[in-house]
C-alpha cells in the first residue's frame, strides 16, 4: 500500500470536512485502518488452519469452517472500509472538478472578470449535496455491515465449541474455533467504533442542514424587512426642496378667528352705546 497517495487523499478529504468530518476521519484511520493493518489481520491469520473438528472424514472440516464461517471477519472489514472511504473521494472529486473548470474559465482569457467558483471548496450547490449524500451513504455503509455481522455471528461474539452434522461428516461432530475470546473481543472493539461513526455521521449531516436552514431564515428575514422598508418610504409624504409639506389641490388651510377688541374701528363699547 502506498502511505504517501493515502496521505494525500487523507489530507485531502480532512481539508474540506467540518469538525465533526475531521473526528470521522481520524477514528476511520487510526481506530479502524491501522487496528486492521497492524491487529486484526494477525489474529484471523490462523482461523481455518486451527480449526479443528473431531473427525477425520475428508471434507467435513471444510464444509463446517464454511457453515459457521460464511465470509471472513476480515475480509468484512476490508469491503467495509474501502466501501466506507468511497464517499470522502467523490468530495475530493467533485472540489477538483471544481477548480478544473474553473482553470477553464480564466484560461479562456474572458473579460467580464467573474469567478464560476470564488472558492471551490466551499459547500455551496451541488457539492453541498454531495456532501450531505456522502455521510448518508457512509452512514447506511456501516449500519449495512452491522446487520450482516450480527447475522452471521449472533451478538458479535465467537462461541467455543460448535457442532456440526452437516454432509459428508458422519454424524454430530465438536468443532473448536481458534482463540475465540480474543477475536470477540477484536469485533465488539470494531463493532462500538463504527456505532460511533454512525452518530458522528448523522451528526454532521443534521449540522448541515439546520446551518443551511438558518441560513435560509435569516434571508428569508432580512428580504421581508427590506420589503417593508421599501412599502413605508413609498407610503410617506413627498417634501419640497425646502421642508414644505405638497397637498392636493382640494386642500383648504385652516383659518384662524381674529377676537375684536376695542381698538378696531367701528365698534363701540356697549357703555358708550348711544341711546
Same mark, same amino acid.
Given at each position: 500500500m502506498n502511505w504517501e497517495v493515502f496521505k494525500g487523499l487523507l489530507s485531502g478529504a480532512n481539508k474540506y470536512?467540518?469538525?465533526f468530518g475531521r473526528i470521522w476521519l481520524s477514528l476511520v484511520f487510526i481506530f479502524r485502518l491501522l487496528v486492521y493493518v497492524v491487529a486484526a489481520e494477525r489474529v484471523w491469520s490462523d482461523d481455518h488452519k486451527d480449526f479443528d473438528c473431531?473427525?477425520?472424514q475428508p471434507g467435513c472440516t471444510n464444509v463446517c469452517y464454511d457453515h459457521f464461517f460464511p465470509v471472513s471477519h476480515i475480509r468484512l472489514w476490508a469491503l467495509q472500509l474501502i466501501l466506507v472511504t468511497c464517499p470522502s473521494l467523490l468530495v475530493i472529486m467533485h472540489v477538483a472538478y471544481r477548480k478544473a473548470k474553473e482553470q477553464r474559465h480564466r484560461s479562456a482569457g474572458r473579460d467580464d472578470h467573474r469567478c464560476t467558483y470564488p472558492d471551490p471548496g466551499k459547500k455551496r450547490g451541488g457539492l453541498w449535496w454531495t456532501y450531505l449524500l456522502s455521510l448518508v451513504f457512509k452512514a447506511g455503509v456501516d449500519v449495512v455491515f452491522l446487520y450482516i455481522f450480527y +447475522? /452471521?455471528? +449472533?451478538n458479535y461474539t465467537l462461541p467455543r465449541l460448535v457442532k456440526?452434522?452437516?454432509p459428508p461428516c458422519p454424524n454430530v461432530v465438536d468443532c473448536f474455533i481458534s482463540r475465540p475470546?480474543?477475536?470477540s473481543i477484536f469485533t465488539l /472493539?470494531?463493532?462500538v467504533i463504527t456505532c460511533i461513526c454512525i452518530v458522528l455521521s448523522l451528526v454532521e449531516a443534521t449540522y448541515l442542514i439546520g446551518k443551511r436552514c438558518h441560513e435560509c431564515l435569516l434571508a428569508s428575514s432580512g428580504g421581508s424587512r427590506r420589503h417593508s422598508q421599501d412599502g413605508a418610504l413609498s407610503h410617506a409624504e413627498p417634501t419640497g426642496t425646502a421642508g414644505q409639506v405638497f397637498h392636493g389641490v382640494d386642500?383648504?388651510?385652516a383659518t384662524a378667528s381674529i377676537p375684536t377688541t376695542a381698538s378696531s374701528p367701528g365698534t363701540l363699547p356697549e357703555e358708550e352705546t348711544l341711546p
Amino acid at each position: 500500500m502506498n502511505w504517501e497517495v493515502f496521505k494525500g487523499l487523507l489530507s485531502g478529504a480532512n481539508k474540506y470536512s467540518t469538525a465533526f468530518g475531521r473526528i470521522w476521519l481520524s477514528l476511520v484511520f487510526i481506530f479502524r485502518l491501522l487496528v486492521y493493518v497492524v491487529a486484526a489481520e494477525r489474529v484471523w491469520s490462523d482461523d481455518h488452519k486451527d480449526f479443528d473438528c473431531n473427525t477425520r472424514q475428508p471434507g467435513c472440516t471444510n464444509v463446517c469452517y464454511d457453515h459457521f464461517f460464511p465470509v471472513s471477519h476480515i475480509r468484512l472489514w476490508a469491503l467495509q472500509l474501502i466501501l466506507v472511504t468511497c464517499p470522502s473521494l467523490l468530495v475530493i472529486m467533485h472540489v477538483a472538478y471544481r477548480k478544473a473548470k474553473e482553470q477553464r474559465h480564466r484560461s479562456a482569457g474572458r473579460d467580464d472578470h467573474r469567478c464560476t467558483y470564488p472558492d471551490p471548496g466551499k459547500k455551496r450547490g451541488g457539492l453541498w449535496w454531495t456532501y450531505l449524500l456522502s455521510l448518508v451513504f457512509k452512514a447506511g455503509v456501516d449500519v449495512v455491515f452491522l446487520y450482516i455481522f450480527y +447475522r /452471521f455471528y +449472533r451478538n458479535y461474539t465467537l462461541p467455543r465449541l460448535v457442532k456440526c452434522e452437516l454432509p459428508p461428516c458422519p454424524n454430530v461432530v465438536d468443532c473448536f474455533i481458534s482463540r475465540p475470546t480474543e477475536k470477540s473481543i477484536f469485533t465488539l /472493539f470494531m463493532v462500538v467504533i463504527t456505532c460511533i461513526c454512525i452518530v458522528l455521521s448523522l451528526v454532521e449531516a443534521t449540522y448541515l442542514i439546520g446551518k443551511r436552514c438558518h441560513e435560509c431564515l435569516l434571508a428569508s428575514s432580512g428580504g421581508s424587512r427590506r420589503h417593508s422598508q421599501d412599502g413605508a418610504l413609498s407610503h410617506a409624504e413627498p417634501t419640497g426642496t425646502a421642508g414644505q409639506v405638497f397637498h392636493g389641490v382640494d386642500y383648504k388651510p385652516a383659518t384662524a378667528s381674529i377676537p375684536t377688541t376695542a381698538s378696531s374701528p367701528g365698534t363701540l363699547p356697549e357703555e358708550e352705546t348711544l341711546p
